[in-house]
């Protein structure tokens, strides 16, 4: 394993992916946030976005500022570390540069529809022979064949389609989306782990085809397998954990907590340590099943006693005695807990160029010894790294001016 100093905290990092180059050719949030995840394992990622244009998510976000300076929130979110080069893609000489690129590189990873790279001249087969050791990863909301490859894919319609709205919500609410772009988000993350099994290969090199949507299917093991293994057709259970009761979320004095008595020791504790000891003797509740049964009913007798009290001082209570209980947080509630801050989630770069102000950003869900992987570098301006980048290819000064002039970058 590769190690080197972490400048931030001052302290050693494990960078298990040093010494890899991978090339960004994706867009908004699917291949960004997967090489999000592989430059804070150390990879260099450099992304390779539009002349002129860049990725969309430059002009994404909830503050319009930022979208017109090009350096919206949403591109904020997931490119801390990379670096940015441009390049044209539709102009001969942009495609001569980017097979340079790879001749230099280990991954390539693009979320264009399929046959998109193709059509463009940049596709597998060609780069392939540029560089036989290329792991090439094509991320795209149907995969590369199949009757729906063609489709428009964004998140909501991979969302609909995987079966995962008609599951959220209640019946009176469902189908619903979730609230976070969670196929981008899945498809990236399942993306990230193909490619960081493939660089682990014998013989590196080879063609990663990545479908939003049975990403998706694929989280969704206890779901399908409650269709396919006992002909369960899924429904919408709103915060109720269909495989155990009392579990779900429950109204208390100041505001909803999530309850998971989900054995029936569990079960016994919590009717005993609210003083409902009369619904331990009920023949309505007197096994899983007929708790399941009679699930709604249970809900309004619990909370009679958990309206008395607010819902942390009721977690922190039903924690201790070994029945799990947590507070339903907003966002920003989280974000201040001490849980995230002291575990090194978040990351603050001062002013990055373009931006004018300091932000915080989130990293990963791992340490590595101890320690969150880091980045040292904010998100970078649309081609802020030509110069250095096309000069380690050998290009002159003159060459680089000479190609952002013609439109090549």
Known sequence: MNAQTDITLGKT????????????????????????????????VIKVEAAGRGDLARNLGADPALNKAGMGVSFLAQNAGKKSVTINLKHPEGKALLRR???????????????????????????????????????SGFGQDGPWRDRPA???IIQGASGVMSITGDKDSAPLRVGYPLADTVGGLTAA?????????????????VSMLESVVAT???????YL??????????????????????????????????????????????????????PDFATRELRKANRIRLRGELEKTLATRGAEEWAADL???????????????????????????LATFPAPDGVGRDITVVRTGVKLNGQAPVVDSPPPLL?????????????????IARLKSEGAI
């Open 13 to 44: 990092t494990m960078k298990p992916l040093n010494g890899i180059r991978v090339l960004d050719l994706t867009n908004v949030l699917a291949g960004p946030f997967c090489c999000h995840q592989l430059v804070h394992f150390g990879a260099e």
């Open 101 to 139: 690129l790879v001749r230099t590189a280990d991954v390539l990873v693009e979320n264009f529809r399929p046959g998109v790279m193709d059509r463009l001249g940049v596709g597998y087969e060609l780069l392939r022979a540029e560089n036989p050791r290329l792991i090439y990863c094509a991320i």
């Open 154 to 156: 964004y998140d909501q």
């Open 193 to 209: 782990m193909a490619i960081a099994s493939a660089l682990n290969a014998p013989e590196r090199g080879g063609f990663i085809d």
């Open 220 to 226: 969704m093991g206890w779901v399908v397998s409650n």
């Open 229 to 282: 293994v006992a002909g369960v057709e899924p429904q919408a259970n709103g915060n109720e954990n269909v495989t155990s009761a009392p579990s779900g979320a429950f109204a208390t004095a100041d505001g909803p907590i999530n309850i998971a008595a989900n054995k029936d020791e569990q079960w016994q504790i919590l009717a005993g340590y609210l003083g409902r000891d009369d619904l331990l003797s009920d």
């Open 319 to 345: 924690n201790r005695i070994g029945v799990p209980a947590g507070a339903i947080l907003t966002v920003p509630q989280v974000l201040s807990a001490p849980q995230i801050a002291e575990r090194g989630l």
């Open 383 to 399: 081609g802020a790294d030509n110069d250095e980048i096309y000069a380690a290819l050998g290009l002159s000064p003159d060459d």
